[in-house]
């Protein structure tokens, strides 16, 4: 498979082409979004509570995200690569954001970064843009504004909140935004946000209007506790793992396991002179 790339995603966008997105947080789950030919691979925050056990996203740390970034992208060949900037990392001034940007792109090896906020961010997203950096938004339900959102909840269900969110729309993708993630928004207004747009929006728990979808990998795996209304399951990996892991330490207990196709051999007449 070719390499995905701006151009890439702009022209699934122009045919009316759904783009897949899909988080990774290591080498392995990097490496597996990259052999099923997902179009952007996306090292979420999300990394913070389903990879470290963390209660929320914005308690990760930049370094740590460096971390998981990186090793996304040693198993990252033809997927874009977008890695979320932690809260904390650029909502001071622009400066700050560049400068944490420009570590996400060469310690952490991304092609592009995300940041959660609407028109407030409009400056920031400029700059970035302005010294070739691309950028993904993210509107809706931000996860890293949960508190001062009062928790998970579905954004932009009254005309005006809906007309907000139109807004922030529109001024993310004037400041340059290459595409608008949008999280947890009633359907319709997705659909008329991304009719709005001539840019693709990338939706979760956004419906089908969307010009692309993401999910959270552990959630769709079910290897990750509770699972969003918007999340579709379409594995439970926690039970096949945890199956298989009983059977090991049965397979021990009754000495099953290792069997004689697990065992090095050693010449024979080695053996018997160390035997003796
Ligand atoms: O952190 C994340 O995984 C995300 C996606 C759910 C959009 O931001
Ligand atoms: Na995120």
Same mark, same amino acid.
Do not use: W
């Given at each position: 498979?070719?390499?995905?790339?701006?151009?890439?995603?702009?022209?699934?966008?122009?045919?009316?082409?759904?783009?897949?997105?899909?988080?990774?947080?290591?080498?392995?789950?990097?490496?597996?979004?990259?052999?099923?030919?997902?179009?952007?691979?996306?090292?979420?925050?999300?990394?913070?509570?389903?990879?470290?056990?963390?209660?929320?996203?914005?308690?990760?740390?930049?370094?740590?995200?460096?971390?998981?970034?990186?090793?996304?992208?040693?198993?990252?060949?033809?997927?874009?690569?977008?890695?979320?900037?932690?809260?904390?990392?650029?909502?001071?001034?622009?400066?700050?954001?560049?400068?944490?940007?420009?570590?996400?792109?060469?310690?952490?090896?991304?092609?592009?970064?995300?940041?959660?906020?609407?028109?407030?961010?409009?400056?920031?997203?400029?700059?970035? @843009?302005?010294?070739?950096?691309?950028?993904? %938004?993210?509107? =809706?339900?931000?996860?890293?504004? *949960?508190?001062? #959102? +009062?928790? !998970?909840?579905?954004?932009?269900?009254?005309?005006?909140?809906?007309?907000?969110?139109?807004?922030?729309?529109?001024?993310?993708?004037?400041?340059?935004?290459?595409?608008?993630?949008?999280?947890?928004?009633?359907?319709?207004?997705?659909?008329?946000?991304?009719?709005?747009?001539?840019?693709? @929006?990338?939706?979760?728990?956004?419906?089908? %209007?969307?010009? =692309?979808?993401?999910?959270?990998? *552990?959630?769709? #795996? +079910?290897? !990750?506790?509770?699972?969003?209304?918007?999340?579709?399951?379409?594995?439970?990996?926690?039970?096949?793992?945890?199956?298989?892991?009983?059977?090991?330490?049965?397979?021990?207990?009754?000495?099953?396991?290792?069997?004689?196709?697990?065992?090095?051999?050693?010449?024979?007449?080695?053996?018997?002179?160390?035997?003796?």
């Amino acid at each position: 498979r070719t390499k995905v790339t701006l151009a890439t995603l702009r022209k699934l966008y122009k045919r009316r082409e759904p783009i897949t997105v899909m988080t990774a947080h290591d080498f392995p789950t990097g490496t597996l979004v990259d052999k099923a030919g997902i179009d952007m691979t996306l090292v979420g925050d999300s990394l913070a509570m389903v990879a470290l056990g963390y209660t929320s996203t914005s308690e990760i740390t930049l370094d740590e995200m460096l971390h998981h970034c990186r090793a996304v992208a040693r198993g990252t060949r033809s997927s874009f690569l977008v890695a979320d900037m932690p809260f904390g990392t650029y909502e001071t001034s622009p400066e700050q954001a560049v400068a944490n940007a420009v570590r996400i792109i060469k310690e952490g090896k991304a092609e592009a970064v995300k940041l959660e906020g609407g028109r407030e961010l409009a400056p920031t997203i400029a700059r970035l @843009t302005k010294v070739g950096i691309p950028v993904l %938004g993210h509107i =809706g339900l931000t996860p890293q504004r *949960q508190a001062s #959102l +009062g928790g !998970y909840k579905v954004q932009g269900k009254t005309v005006a909140k809906a007309m907000a969110l139109l807004e922030d729309a529109l001024a993310l993708q004037e400041a340059g935004c290459y595409g608008i993630v949008l999280e947890a928004v009633p359907e319709p207004v997705a659909r008329h946000v991304t009719n709005m747009l001539s840019v693709p @929006t990338i939706g979760i728990g956004a419906g089908v %209007g969307c010009s =692309g979808q993401v999910l959270v990998q *552990q959630d769709m #795996l +079910g290897l !990750y506790g509770r699972v969003p209304k918007f999340c579709k399951t379409y594995r439970n990996l926690a039970d096949e793992i945890v199956g298989a892991l009983k059977e090991y330490s049965a397979d021990v207990k009754s000495g099953a396991f290792p069997a004689e196709e697990h065992c090095y051999p050693m010449p024979q007449e080695e053996l018997v002179k160390f035997l003796r």
